[in-house]
C-alpha cells in the first residue's frame, strides 16, 4: 500500500469523526449520499448494484453497500498507522470480493469523487483545499490497493 504520511491521515480522521458525530445514522446516511453521487458521475455503476434488475432491487442492494461502504472506512481509518500489513489483508478481501461481483476497477476514480462529495456535505465550507487533497491522497491509496487485487 503506498504511503501516506502522519499529516494526511490525522486530517482524514479529524474530519472523519466531525461529520461522523454529526449525524445519528451516518454510516447509511453517509454512504447513500456517497452512493447517489457515484449513479450521478458514474450511471454505469448502478448495474453493480442491480438496478438492471429494478428499481426495489437495486435501492435494497445500494441501502446495504452504504452502510458497509461507510464501515469499511471507519474500521481502515481506525487502523491506519505505521503497520500497514492489516489493513493491506483486508483490503485484499474487499478487492476480491468486488472483483466477484464484476466492479470494474474504472469504477473507483468515480467512487473518490463520491466519497470527497460526501465528505463535503456532511461538513460544508469548513471543508479546506488542504482537507480535500488529504481525502483525495488517502482514497487512492486505499482504492489503488483493492484495485490492484480486482485486477489479480
Known amino acids: 500500500m503506498k504511503e501516506v504520511g502522519y499529516e494526511q491521515i490525522a486530517t482524514v480522521l479529524e474530519t472523519w469523526d466531525a461529520a461522523r458525530f454529526g449525524s445519528k445514522d451516518f454510516d447509511n446516511e453517509f454512504g447513500m449520499v456517497a452512493l447517489e453521487r457515484l449513479f450521478e ?7 453493480v448494484f442491480g438496478y438492471d434488475q429494478g428499481e426495489d432491487i437495486g435501492k435494497s442492494h445500494a441501502t446495504v453497500h452504504a452502510t458497509a461502504f461507510a464501515g469499511l472506512f471507519d474500521s481502515v481509518f481506525q487502523m491506519l498507522g505505521p503497520d500497514l500489513e492489516f489493513i493491506e489483508d483486508i483490503l485484499r478481501q474487499v478487492g ?48 489503488n490497493e483493492i484495485v490492484k487485487n480486482i485486477l489479480q
Open 41 to 47: 458521475i458514474q450511471p454505469r455503476a448502478k448495474k
Open 96 to 143: 476480491r470480493r468486488h472483483k466477484s461481483m464484476g466492479v470494474s476497477p474504472s469504477f473507483f476514480p468515480y467512487m473518490g469523487q463520491a466519497l470527497v462529495h460526501a465528505v463535503e456535505k456532511y461538513l460544508g465550507k469548513s471543508l479546506t483545499a488542504e482537507q480535500r487533497v488529504a481525502w483525495e491522497e488517502v482514497y487512492d491509496s486505499i482504492s
